[in-house]
């Protein structure tokens, strides 16, 4: 059996089967494991840097520790970071321990020390009848039934925290234990049961000894219940790999194919060593070399597999064995059955071409004594291989420099001693459907190296490391990503005897598993908080003006490994190519805070300077400059008139530069701004001038000084940004330069916007990429009707317009098209994707290809500068393969907004969004969707469940596929939106026809606009009605009679959404 053996047929094995057991006794509770502490508190990344710098040794950061990863910090600054794609500890009451999953008794059996996933086997216990509940300690939903309707408890498993519990049809006997080992011995007659724990669960074998025993009816089928209160289990029927889900969705465990092997193989091991651990001398079941898996010149076969009760937490699995290789002519005894059990943290694949459906997911029916991966040609038996590995650590390093990394793989076997070449690539993601006929597309080309080990003492096992200082940079440092998996494949794949020599095995599991090691600095943050004479950098013409006085550059910063050294200033004149006047490095606080003070004598009157500043680590590595990007702060020196004043709110705080600080007030509540002369160069002030959002300056808003500094009473217009422009002025009317601009962020109203709502007035809206390229927004009303439009984007406040001035060029740069106009942005909005402010956001494939969330400002806008990459999980189609994206709200009841989406003639569904990133992709569809329209969903049948309606070009129809409501009613079962089969009424009804392009060229689904709780449709119609807009109210059945919102010819729009 594949998975038995990774540290279950060791030296404890080899004992013959006996009466007594040799597992571990009932024990007292383990002494705590040694911790590397700091005042009582796991070494953090600072502690651990400061610890391996004062003692010249690698020191554990304890905090980063986990099952499969452990990262140093070293005495040069910098870190260390291995992980490997097996467990090599586990937590237990708190406490991280070694892997052991040696048996010890329990009150209701026998449990590994210490695994990832543990397991108990059960004690033997008698039947329970049809029904009965299991007597732990917690209710259970009625038990599924055997043939007879009696199972008995065999083992229970815990997969992310949640408990299943496998039951055998029939009585078992009290088991015999050794090591990781329990053996139930005559299950039926002359067929013994096996479990074996491992780190990531457990497997199971069943060993037919002899010929009469094949031949018992009870092998035909044996049906194994699965129970548990909050997991569900299904069956993949095109590869009989069994999957165990949580109440999200999400895959927590599994069984891979079914397999079976007879005894007629020979062990294929190092010459000079003994063939096995467990010699055949030491007798009994315990002692068989076939539990090693399958061998050189071993029969074997998949077994059958069918699931009963799938979509459920109380299940029937039933394996049929192939009865050919059961009981046939040439079948050597025993005779193996391996369905094994596993968890999340499985994390490594064989692909075997003899076998192109099956799956060997991790390790499952190809394991040898160390649980080895397979690769290359093995002429013997004309099996083809490669192995596949997922390698995870526990936190981003997003930015890191990585100074080298490589990857480890110890191979126990070859051919013989003639080299041949391996190559490893970077892969998409693996799991337990991984097969040969179902691999992940490889990518990066890693490495080749030619090398043959563990032949002879000529060539005994040894490690082959790989270089992967570039792979690590590209994954953890650029994008951040926090796993990578690989695939190890022969150069050459030819099935011929010359080509025998390809044949490796490596070590799968355990300390020896394949790692990657990455070593790694980080630079400090792009600094914050940058002011000059304590008021916050403007990066937007007109800037604020200083002068009559000293100017003080200020900022601060912080460095993920602890070791922030100095921030460096720099300013300079905007329009001379003189020495820039400030060139500072200075050392920051213990806060992590530094600033310079400039005499005033090296600036000029009336002329405009920027600056910018960095933040530089105790080993020389730089952050960014700040502002991030090509923007600059800016600001004009001025001794004659006032300074621009001073503006401060406790009711509207200022912005931070992330957007994250937002009022204390809600919008439309008003609130005090105290105002008062610059503290340098503020001398004269007599009267202040503000405006809102523009710079429109009038008596009616003006104010004396005490007035300012009394507080002045405002309300600001809109939900979301506000900029605040305050002028000074003195009493001859002389007005300061330029304005004070004061970025705020007002808080929405408490209920949060309805969906596709972005300016609170309850009523979705409609956003277009016009003609010229730009984004606009077409407030709605409640009929349907747009009027005047809104530009719909700006950068930190400044309006984006391609060409504002109209002379032909773009004044902002090309944003929501191309250089050349072509190529929109594919445009949505449904749903709050950022900072959960109740806010609707703007999802956006751009030109770039990438896909990017634009946060809504609250009155209908979004700020370019603040929009933000999201990471897609790896199995997602590229964003730049995307035709189509349609945010749909929250579907899913998980309280985050999902995505549908299409490529090529696929359908997806993208879930979990938070962070930037989408957890889930699900492919619901792999045919058919290049001929089609994806129009809206949303509940036209008032079931709780979104319906989808689209567009098909082969019919010139719009359909409708009604979803069901997912298990326990709360949100959409996908599934059922995946093909018309799977829908709640088993079919597409016509919503609409004589939908052609001609017609209608382009169109959107929005969520209800009428207020009747079902989908609307805004849509342009073709050249026979000059291109006028058309609403169409949603319906139950079919859509209602349009109407005619706009009579303007929308057919230069290049998208809608």
Not at 416 to 436: K, L, N, P, R
Not at 610 to 638: M, Q
Not at 812 to 821: F, I, K, L, Q, S
Not at 906 to 931: H, K, M, P, R
Request: glycine share 10%; with cysteine.
């Amino acid at each position: 059996m594949a998975a038995v053996l990774a540290a279950a047929l060791g030296v404890t094995l080899l004992m013959p089967d006996g009466d007594e057991d040799s597992g571990s006794p009932p024990e007292r509770k383990p002494a705590q494991a040694e911790k590397a502490r700091s005042g009582g508190v796991p070494l953090d990344e600072k502690a651990a840097r400061e610890k391996a710098m004062r003692t010249g040794k690698p020191v554990e950061v304890v905090a980063l520790r986990d099952a499969t990863s452990t990262t140093h910090a070293l005495p040069d600054g910098k870190f260390r970071l291995t992980t490997g794609a097996a467990a090599v500890r586990a937590k237990v009451d708190g406490e991280w321990l070694p892997i052991d999953t040696t048996l010890k008794k329990t009150d209701d059996g026998w449990r590994p020390k210490a695994t990832v996933n543990p397991v108990t086997f059960h004690s033997g216990k008698k039947l329970k009848k049809k029904g009965e509940r299991s007597s732990r300690g917690y209710a259970r939903v009625p038990l599924a039934t055997s043939p007879d309707g009696q199972y008995t408890d065999l083992a229970t498993f815990m997969a992310e925290g949640r408990e299943l519990t496998v039951g055998w049809p029939g009585e078992l006997p009290e088991p015999k234990v050794s090591g990781a080992s329990a053996l139930y011995k005559n299950v039926f007659d002359g067929v013994d049961l096996l479990l074996t724990a491992r780190d990531t669960g457990f497997t199971h074998v069943l060993v037919v000894h002899n010929a009469k025993a094949a031949a018992n009816p009870a092998l035909k089928k044996i049906s194994y219940q699965l129970s548990s209160r909050d997991l569900k289990f299904s069956l993949n029927d095109s590869n009989d790999v069994l999957t165990v889900k949580d109440p999200r969705g999400v895959e927590v465990g599994g069984s891979p194919s079914p397999f079976m092997w007879d005894s007629s193989g020979k062990p294929a091991v190092t010459q000079g060593e003994p063939a096995t651990d467990v010699e055949a001398k030491a007798g009994g079941t315990f002692a068989l070399t076939g539990l090693l898996g399958p061998q050189i010149g071993t029969k074997r076969a998949p077994a059958d597999a069918s699931l009963t009760g799938g979509g459920t937490g109380d299940a029937v699995l039933s394996v049929a064995p192939d009865q050919s290789l059961l009981t046939g002519k040439d079948t050597v005894y025993p005779v193996f059955i391996d369905p094994p059990l596993y968890g999340k943290t499985a994390a490594w694949t064989t692909a075997y071409e003899r076998y192109p459906t099956s799956s060997f997911w991790d390790g499952a029916n190809f394991n040898s004594g160390t649980t080895e991966g397979r690769v290359g040609y093995e002429s013997t038996t004309g099996g083809l291989s490669r192995s596949y590995y997922r390698l995870t650590w526990p936190t981003s390093i997003k930015g890191a420099t990585i100074s080298s990394a490589s990857f480890r793989f110890r191979q126990t076997y070859s051919w013989s001693c003639t080299a041949s070449e391996m190559d490893v690539h970077q892969t998409g993601d693996i799991s337990s459907a991984t097969t040969w006929a179902n691999q992940p597309d490889a990518g990066t080309h890693i490495g080749t190296k030619d090398f043959a080990h563990g032949w002879s003492s000529a060539c005994p096992d040894a490690y082959v490391t790989y270089d992967a200082k570039s792979i690590a940079q590209s994954v953890a440092g650029n994008s951040g990503h926090t796993k990578i998996t690989i695939r190890m494949k022969s150069k050459s794949e030819s099935k011929t005897s010359g080509n025998a020599v390809s044949w490796k095995k490596f070590v799968a599991e355990g300390a020896s598993a394949p790692q990657l090691t990455m070593v790694y600095t980080r630079p400090p943050k792009e600094p914050t908080g940058l002011t000059v004479n304590g008021r916050a950098c403007d990066t937007s013409s007109p800037y604020p003006t200083y002068g009559k006085g000293n100017l003080t550059f200020a900022a601060g910063s912080s460095d993920p490994d602890g070791d922030l050294k100095s921030l460096h200033f720099q300013a300079w004149r905007t329009d001379a190519t003189t020495p820039k006047v400030v060139d500072s490095v200075r050392t920051t606080t213990s806060a992590g805070k530094a600033d310079v003070a400039v005499d005033k004598a090296k600036f000029v009157n009336g002329k405009t300077y920027h600056w910018i500043v960095k933040a530089v680590d105790a080993a020389g590595i730089s952050s960014t400059w700040a502002p991030p990007g090509v923007i600059n702060c800016g600001f004009v020196y001025d001794d004659t008139a006032p300074a621009s004043p001073d503006v401060s709110s406790t009711d509207f705080a200022e912005d931070d530069g992330n957007g994250n600080v937002w009022s204390t007030v809600k919008f439309g509540t008003p609130g005090k701004f105290t105002i008062k002369p610059a503290a340098t160069g503020g001398t004269g002030t007599d009267k202040f001038y503000w405006s809102f959002n523009r710079e429109s300056f009038v008596a009616e808003r003006s104010a004396t000084v005490a007035q300012g500094a009394a507080g002045i009473t405002l309300s600001p217009p809109n939900a979301g940004p506000n900029i605040l422009y305050v002028k000074a002025a003195d009493a001859a009317g002389n007005m300061s330069l330029t304005s004070t601009r004061y970025l705020h962020y007002v808080s929405p109203r408490d209920k949060a916007d309805a969906p596709g709502d972005v300016t609170g007035d309850g009523t979705p809206d409609l956003y277009v990429v016009d003609a010229t390229g730009d984004l606009r927004l077409y407030p709605a009303e409640a009929n349907g009707d747009l009027h005047a439009s809104l530009l719909a984007a700006h950068d930190n406040g400044r309006a984006i317009e391609l060409d504002e001035d109209e002379d032909g060029k773009p004044d902002y740069g090309y944003h929501w098209v191309d250089e050349n106009g072509n190529n929109p942005a594919l445009i949505t909005h449904n749903g709050d994707f950022v900072g959960g402010d109740g806010i609707q956001d703007l999802v956006a494939r751009m030109p770039d290809g990438k896909l990017y969330v634009y946060r809504g400002d609250g009155y209908g806008s979004v700020d370019v500068s603040k929009r933000v990459e999201v990471h897609m999980p790896s199995n997602a189609p590229a964003p730049s393969a995307l035709t189509q994206i349609l945010a749909v709200g929250d579907i899913t009841n998980d309280k985050l907004p999902e995505v549908f989406a299409t490529a090529g003639d696929a359908l997806w569904v993208f879930t979990g969004y938070t962070g930037a990133a989408f957890d889930t992709a699900i492919q619901l569809s792999a045919t058919a969707w290049t001929n089609r329209d994806l129009v809206s969903l949303g509940d036209h049948d008032k079931d709780g469940a979104a319906d989808m309606i689209w567009r098909d070009f082969n019919t010139n129809r719009l359909l409708l596929r009604h979803g069901k409501p997912a298990t326990g009613g709360a949100g959409t079962d996908l599934n059922s939106l995946a093909s018309a089969v799977n829908s709640k009424n088993g079919i597409d009804a016509q919503y609409g026809t004589n939908w052609t392009t001609a017609v209608i060229p382009l169109m959107t689904g929005t969520p209800d606009v009428n207020k009747d709780g079902i989908p609307e449709i805004w849509a342009i119609t073709g050249a026979a009605e000059n291109g006028v807009v058309r609403f169409y109210p949603g319906g139950a059945t079919v859509h209602a009679a349009p109407t005619v919102v706009l009579t303007t010819d929308w057919r230069n729009k290049k998208r809608l959404g």
